[in-house]
Structure formats: structure tokens, C-alpha cells
């Protein structure tokens, strides 16, 4: 296994996406180093199909290299996941046996430096999963309005001190450009009353900041619903979908949008979902201490009704 990124609840996703068949179309929406594509290969080749999508071109020739020895039943495409649909249209792909989604970004686009989604080293700020994109955390520190940046940090980082630390940002930028996440994490800090600066944090404060700010700049929330959505359209009936979500708000969505899809159970046209976990299912202790970022993950999973 390539250091890329350790996949998390990788038995669960195999089992609850009935791999073990040992056929069928699988989408990974989330490529990354193709942690879990490898594990749904290894079952379903050689009669089986992968389709790997990543926005990430760094992650798409890492994980062409993992995935190298199933040659033809592969397809790895370069995309956001938000347009599904229209990725399994280009293919002549019309229905799939299983769908996942493996959201946020993969340890290695945290530990590269240069990506800048990372505070424990300096690096640009950047943050974005698509290189391609004009827009990165830069540009959104230095131009959105003091009322925009409040917004994104009560939204996304559920911060505390979001007003404080939005006032800081206007005054310092004001000063000189923030370009750096070490600039942006000091700043955090400062930002802090004086009581809490000092304090042994359980997370370093700049870590609900910093997530925020990656959200926004990769509108996460916003492909999350759509690329879900499509997902539950492109399987077949009995086909699974599973999502691995790492905080509140992209559980939340995965939630609710499962939710809405079971309401339509009986509904033509047959769109309906049953949902197979009630409660996600977690990682076991024994995964948390090999991979802690395990800790935080929750797996959804549910079912196509036969349409
Ligand atoms: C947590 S990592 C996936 C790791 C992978 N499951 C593995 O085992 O190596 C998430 C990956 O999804 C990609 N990603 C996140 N949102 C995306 C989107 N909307 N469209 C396409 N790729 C996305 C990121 O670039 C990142 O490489």
C-alpha cells in the first residue's frame, strides 16, 4: 500500500457495496490514492468495472500507479463529483451496482506542505483539491467582506471567535497580503481573547478555521448534496451507495438527503432508498489506534430499491 493515505472502514465499504459478488460497475467518487478502489478491485476483478473520479491530478497519478496490475478495469477520471451523471453518460454507463463517497481531503494532500490545507507547516495558502481551479484560500482570506468571512467560519467551523478573527483578518490585510497558513494560524491565535490564548487546547484552534476556509474554497457543501443525489439516481436497483463523512455538517446532508430519497419509496418514478444504517457505524478502537484519522469517520450506507 502506497503511503498516500490509509483507507478508513475499507472492510465495511467492501462488504456493505456487496463486493463480494465478484462483479459489477463501481463508482469511487473519491479516489484519492485508491485506497478503497483497490480493496473493491481485489473482489471484483477481473469481471468487475472501477470508475475512480478525483478533482485532485495528484492523487489521480498516485492512485493509477496503486491501481496499475487491473489495467482494463479500470477508469480514472478527472472530475468533481458533482457531475456524475454526466461522467457515466460520456462512458455509456447507465446504471452501477455501487456507489462511494470518501469525503475531505486524503492525508496526503494534508501533509504536502505546498497544497496549503495544513497549519502544523507553512506552506502557500492555497487549499485547493483541484489545481485547476483560479479560486484558493488566498484570495478568499484577502477579498471576501469582513460579513462574508464571519459567515463561513460560523458556518462551516462552527467557531466561536469567528467575529474577532474576521476582524483581524480586515485589519492585517490591510497591512499586507495573508499568504501563508503559518500567517493565518498566528493570526488565529492573536485573535483569541487573551484568557484563551494560553490555554492546552484539546484541537488547536486553528483547526475549525482552517476547515472552514477549505469548505468554502471547494464548496463542499454544495457538491455534496449533488453528487449524492446523482448517485442515488445512477444505481441499478439493489445497488448500494456508501459514505464516509468526517464532521457534523457533511453527516448531516448525508443524512438528510438519504432521508428525502426514502420519502419517495412507492413514488413513480421509482427513486426510493432504504436506508441500511440507522446509526453510521464507526471505526473499532483497534482502527482509531492504527489510523486516527478514522476517529471522526461515520458510514452511511443505503439501498436502491428495484426500479
Ligand atoms: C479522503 S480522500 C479519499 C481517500 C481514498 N478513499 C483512499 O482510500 O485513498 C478524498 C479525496 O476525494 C477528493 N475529492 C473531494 N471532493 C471531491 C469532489 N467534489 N469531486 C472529486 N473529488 C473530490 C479529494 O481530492 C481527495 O483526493
Known sequence: MHSFHIPVLSEEVVHYLNCNKGSGVYVDCTLGGGGHSKAILEKIYPQGLLIGIDQDIEALRIAQEELSSFRDRVILVKDNFKNLGEILS???????????????????????????????????????????????????VNSYPEKELIRVLENYGEEHFSKRIARLIVL??????????????????????????????????????????????????????????????????????????????????????FKEAAREIGKPPTYGLKIITKKPLKASPEEIRRNPRARSAKLRVAEKLID
Open 90 to 140: 460520456r462512458l455509456k454507463i447507465d446504471k452501477v451496482s455501487g456507489v462511494l463517497f470518501d469525503l475531505g481531503v486524503s492525508s496526503y494532500q494534508l501533509k504536502k506542505k505546498e497544497r496549503g490545507f495544513s497549519f502544523q507547516e507553512d506552506g502557500p495558502l492555497d487549499m485547493r483539491m483541484d489545481l485547476s481551479q483560479k479560486f484558493d484560500a488566498a484570495k478568499l
Open 172 to 257: 492585517e490585510r490591510e497591512k499586507r497580503p495573508i499568504t501563508t497558513t503559518q500567517q493565518l494560524a498566528d493570526l488565529v491565535l492573536r485573535a483569541l481573547p487573551p484568557a484563551k490564548r494560553g490555554e492546552r487546547w484539546r484541537i488547536h484552534p486553528a483547526t475549525r478555521v482552517f476547515q472552514a476556509i477549505r469548505i468554502e474554497v471547494n464548496r463542499e457543501m454544495e457538491v455534496l448534496a449533488e453528487g449524492l443525489n446523482q448517485a442515488i439516481k445512477v444505481l441499478a436497483g439493489e445497488g448500494r451507495i456508501c459514505v464516509i463523512s468526517y464532521h457534523s455538517l457533511e453527516d448531516r446532508i448525508v443524512k438528510n438527503v
